[in-house]
């Protein structure tokens, strides 16, 4: 199995960026997608999820409504589109796949396949 994260960079705050992340070597249209994010110091943190089928998303408090997670099950991709970045949002992004269940999941040990991550830094 395969995930490989794209489109990480520097941004000013209040800019956006695309996150991709390309799965193979799984039945990609039977997993949740998720994100993650880990900053120095810190715990990996959920970002959002979206369940097989599309159909279903989540997402914390402290993005929803400036991140959305969407997936194309013919390219096997997953992507996370991120507006009005901030600083602290600042971190390695991470996406997984993860067992396929309602309500979606939204902890790491969940999702037994990784990326290696993107960088996502966000200048004030």
């Known amino acids: 199995v395969q995930l490989v994260e794209s489109g990480g960079g520097l941004v000013q705050a209040g800019g956006s960026l695309r996150l991709s992340c390309a799965a193979s070597?799984?039945?990609?249209?039977?997993?949740?997608m998720g994100w993650f994010r880990q900053a120095p110091g810190k715990e990996r943190e959920f970002v959002a999820a979206?369940?097989?089928?599309?159909?279903?998303?989540s997402y914390p408090d402290s993005v929803k409504g400036r991140f959305t997670i969407s997936r194309d099950n013919v390219k096997n991709t997953v992507y996370l589109q991120m507006n009005s970045l901030k600083p602290e949002d600042t971190a390695s992004y991470y996406c997984?796949?993860?067992?396929?269940?309602?309500?979606?999941?939204?902890?790491?040990?969940?999702?037994?396949?990784w990326g290696q991550g993107t960088q996502v830094t966000v200048s004030s």
């Open positions: 070597g799984l039945t990609f249209s039977s997993y949740t």
């Open positions: 979206i369940t097989w089928s599309g159909g279903s998303t």
């Open positions: 997984a796949a993860g067992d396929n269940t309602r309500p979606i999941v939204v902890v790491p040990n969940r999702y037994p396949y």
